[in-house]
């Protein structure tokens, strides 16, 4: 198993252009997130899927848009680009899509930069 | 609104000596509890992860604990290495489906 992918590794955007982060995971998961990672702030929920077709917002969810219309694939869409969105952006997944969670894994992270 | 916190935001440790690490969280109300490592540029690694309904967990010379009525869980980490030096986050599952973080504390163990 590849585990949890993330592409690409690193990305420069001027303000104002859009993109897709790209993550996969081939564990078939239920439970899929998208976290950013800034100094100081530590991870911070962006949103997050409970399985194939749901999606829900999480502590940060402005300015990104997601879907999850198969159980492997959770892309997040930046709409419009801003300095402020630079940051570290990181997948996760877990086996379970209900309460309580479990055990969760990462990829390797997007690095984001935005002009 | 559950706030985590982990102190110290470092720590720098000679090699051999037992640690503890510390998480403290507001709201009780969880379904569990998870340690990770995160090493510097890389992504996170689940280490431990405790379910409400337990008080400990260990895998090899790492054992977490989780108190519920005190709001605290700890990591120790036995007899450790200059290879234990990262960053190691807590991070707790409350009463939906959302982890919430804490912002880590950075162990260094010196040669």
């Known amino acids: 198993n590849a585990g949890v992918t993330q592409t690409p590794k690193f990305q420069v955007l001027k303000t104002g252009q859009s993109m897709t982060l790209q993550c996969a995971q081939d564990?078939?998961?239920?439970?899929m997130s998208w976290y950013r990672q800034d100094p100081g702030m530590g991870l911070r929920l962006i949103h997050y899927s409970v399985g194939a077709g749901i999606t829900d917002q999480g502590e940060v969810p402005n300015g990104y848009n997601v879907s999850r219309s198969t159980t492997e694939d959770f892309p997040l869409r930046l709409l419009s680009a801003a300095p402020s969105q630079t940051s570290v952006y990181f997948c996760?997944?877990?086996?379970?899509?209900?309460?309580?969670?479990?055990?969760?894994?990462f990829g390797p992270g997007t690095r984001l930069t935005v002009l | 609104k559950q706030e985590v916190t982990q102190i110290p935001a470092a720590l720098s440790v000679p090699e051999g000596e037992n640690l503890v690490l510390n998480c403290s969280f507001t709201d009780s109300a969880i379904y569990n509890l998870q340690w990770f490592r995160q090493d510097p540029g890389k992504g996170l690694t689940s280490l431990l992860l405790?379910?409400?309904?337990?008080r400990e967990q260990t895998s090899g010379r790492l054992n977490a604990s989780l108190d519920k009525s005190s709001g605290r869980s700890t990591l120790y980490i036995a007899a450790s290495q200059p290879g234990d030096s990262a960053t190691y986050l807590c991070?707790?599952?409350?009463?939906?489906?959302?982890?919430?973080f804490g912002k880590g504390t950075k162990l260094t163990v010196n040669p």
């Open positions: 564990m078939n998961h239920e439970y």
């Open positions: 996760a997944s877990s086996p379970r899509g209900t309460s309580p969670l479990t055990e969760q894994f």
């Open positions: 991070a707790l599952q409350g009463g939906s489906e959302k982890l919430v």
């Open positions: 405790i379910q409400s309904s337990q």
